[in-house]
């Protein structure tokens, strides 16, 4: 009996000389700093939208706004309930990630997806209700959002090339 645990000590001793000891300060950086941040941004953009706090600047503020562009009441509101999901989600996956949780990586990546999308999907509607309203949107509002869309899927492809390298870690 005590042979067979033995060996199992030896086995385990050996297979982590064979694993391969990666750098893990990106992980570290996502799960004690960027998720939370990112949770707490996303709060704070919900807050904006449901409030009509994101029209304060304009005179008159978001009753007048939305007294010229209806719909943007309901977008907003829309957009404002999935930044409450979207931060849920990010601490969700932050936890699944320092758990190191079986399939966690793949999670992280989701919610990346999931935040492209979203904010993509709001910019679209965005634009498409200006111009309905004759709203026509400038250069440089166009080169933001595609920027925007571009660094979204680079941050996805970063992470995904990091976690494709650790995916091993994530077993419990």
Request: aromatic fraction near 18%.
């Amino acid at each position: 009996m005590a042979n067979s645990s033995n060996t199992s000590h030896v086995q385990r001793q050996a297979a982590r000389k064979r694993t391969p000891q990666l750098p893990m300060n990106w992980f570290k950086f996502l799960i004690y700093c960027q998720l939370f941040l990112n949770a707490l941004s996303e709060l704070f953009n919900a807050y904006q939208y449901l409030t009509g706090q994101i029209y304060a600047s304009i005179e008159g503020g978001a009753s007048a706004f939305y007294a010229q562009f209806p719909p943007f009441r309901i977008i907003n509101m829309m957009f404002g309930v999935a930044g409450i999901f979207m931060a849920a989600f990010a601490i969700y996956t932050r936890f699944q990630l320092s758990g190191f949780r079986t399939g966690a990586p793949s999670l992280l990546l989701k919610f990346n997806l999931a935040s492209v999308c979203v904010t993509m999907a709001y910019h679209l509607l965005y634009a498409i209700l200006s111009g309905y309203y004759g709203v026509t949107m400038t250069g440089r509002e166009i080169m933001s959002y595609i920027s925007l869309f571009g660094i979204g899927i680079a941050y996805y492809l970063v992470n995904k090339s990091y976690f494709g390298k650790r995916e091993f870690m994530f077993n419990r």
